[in-house]
């Protein structure tokens, strides 16, 4: 079932939750809301699942204005945070709640309630467990029940609001697998909050990125970490490197380093902001005329075959604690870095291979 979401705005007292979001989702797709805490996304899941009610906009399933459905009749299965299993009730009775909360008119008889539950545990791979109850569950196992109680009712829309948040990171990397292939099975349209940018980009077939109650950019994981539509994109999607400088006719001059730009050839002299990722950066020995930016080599952090420079510009150098804000991050392999033959308290130069550069909008 495709989703159209058009222009919906979302008050809380003074505070804008969500300003004029419009967003279409595809029949099938599995779709990201990302973004940090208060930026709006599990508002506009709430709205989508009409556990919410816009101030303003419209909700629209293949369609069909369902912006003043009930809940109960939008056909969508929602999965929280923390399960929101019934405790006092088995595996068996949690999933099969749905199937016989529904009309008399539209219940299933018990031996077909009884054939479904049992195939959706089975689809989880949890069968074995009907008996149990959520307490005797590892929290694992207990969000696959929450994912089968919100199938049992066979909704046209899936949505789960942080649906990893509560798992330790062994489980939480399993469970994004194993949810990717179940969705590909299913083929059911689902949407799924989360703060976690390594969450969004390998589950997801589209990310959502917001900020402050806006929609910053939508693209594909690939799209939106090569080309990040705004700063804020470019810093939420992984570690991050900010330089300052300035632009002028292409060429953007910073911390000792010159940066070709020729997105920005009719820029003039400008304030500009460089961004680039640790394993973008080149990392060199010093040696007199060497052009980058000079470092000190703070911390060095060796971990399987990936290696982690902590860098402290020469210009800022200061004790040790007081300088965390000047910090630069460079990532090499562990090999590189052997080859590299430094240690903590060498100098060394950083010059970056790739780049993306913006224009503060005040220049001056």
């Known amino acids: 079932m495709s989703i159209e979401i058009r222009n919906i705005h979302k008050q809380f007292g003074n505070f804008t939750a969500l300003g004029d979001v419009s967003l279409d989702i595809a029949s099938g797709e599995l779709v990201a809301l990302l973004g940090p805490s208060g930026c709006g996304k599990t508002t506009l899941l709430r709205i989508i699942a009409g556990l919410e009610t816009p101030d303003a906009g419209s909700i629209h399933f293949a369609g069909a204005d369902t912006t003043d459905v009930h809940v109960r009749e939008r056909q969508v299965g929602f999965v929280f945070q923390h399960y ?3 405790r006092h009730m088995t595996v068996f009775e949690n999933v099969a709640f749905g199937l016989r909360m529904k009309p008399r008119g539209l219940r299933p008889s018990e031996a077909v309630i009884k054939s479904k539950v049992h195939e959706l ?3 989880v791979q949890l069968d074995w467990l009907a008996n149990r109850y959520p307490s005797q569950l590892s929290g694992g196992q207990r969000q696959r029940i929450a994912l089968a109680r919100a199938l049992a009712v066979e909704p046209k829309v899936l949505l789960l609001d942080e649906p990893f948040g509560a798992l330790d990171a062994k489980v939480r990397k399993e469970w994004r697998r194993w949810l990717r292939r179940l969705h590909d ?8 909050v989360t703060h976690d940018q390594e969450e969004a980009l390998e589950v997801a077939d589209r990310v959502v990125v917001m900020n402050k109650g806006a929609v910053e950019q939508i693209g594909s994981p690939q799209e939106v970490w090569d080309h990040p539509a705004s700063p ?15 632009a002028h006719e292409g060429e953007v001059q910073l911390e000792g380093i010159r940066i070709q730009a020729p997105e920005h050839n009719q820029v003039q002299d400008a304030k500009a902001m460089a961004y680039v990722r640790p394993h973008d950066l080149q990392v060199q020995r010093y040696a007199a005329g060497a052009q980058g930016l000079v470092v000190t080599l703070t911390r060095a952090l060796v971990i399987g075959p990936i290696a982690r420079l902590e860098l402290t510009p020469v210009e800022t150098n200061q004790p040790a604690g007081n300088n965390l804000d000047n910090l630069v991050e460079a990532q090499l392999t562990a090999q590189e870095f052997r080859d590299l033959g430094v240690q903590e308290g060498d100098t060394l130069v950083v010059t970056p291979r790739r780049a993306k550069v913006f224009i503060e909008t005040a220049a001056v």
């Open 185 to 192: 099975d299913l083929d059911v349209t689902s949407i799924f």
């Open 84 to 86: 929101a299993l019934f």
């Open 121 to 123: 545990l089975g689809l």
């Open 232 to 246: 804020f994109v470019y810093g939420f999607l992984g570690d991050v490197n900010l330089f300052h400088g300035r």
